[in-house]
């Protein structure tokens, strides 16, 4: 499903194509109004699970107190890319994401997603 998310929580899992294994599991916070993609995980000092931002194709760390991974979803949930962010950075555009998952930095290599994953969400 998306498109029709809202602000809220649920479940993301991660499939590897061509992978028999059943998926990875994580938590998952929703941030779909303006203002819960503002805020982001700004004020944080961790983050159990993962962040979905929709629509977001872009995302900086400017006040973050944590490195955080980011992965770039097109609008089929396929990931495009996945890229560690230091706190203080702009990261650029990417222009076929129409959603960006953050985690903690390190995450998202423990949970096998990777350019070419799809992965869904569940409310």
């Not at 109004?33 to 961790?46: E, Q």
């Not at 983050?47 to 992965?71: E, K, Q, W, Y």
């Amino acid at each position: 499903m998306t498109g029709r998310w809202r602000d809220w929580r649920g479940e993301l899992a991660v499939r590897q194509d061509g992978e028999k294994r059943p998926p990875v599991r994580v938590r998952l916070e929703i941030a779909t109004s303006y203002r819960a993609r503002t805020k982001g995980l700004l004020g944080r000092d961790s983050l159990d699970g993962a962040l979905l931002l929709s629509p977001a194709n872009s995302v900086h760390t400017f006040r973050m107190r944590m490195p955080i991974d980011v992965a770039y979803l097109d609008r089929r949930l396929r990931v495009i890319a996945v890229r560690t962010m230091p706190p203080g950075r702009l990261g650029l555009p990417r222009l076929r994401a129409r959603h960006v998952l953050e985690a903690e930095a390190g995450a998202m290599e423990g949970w096998g997603l990777r350019a070419g994953a799809r992965v869904e969400v569940r409310v």
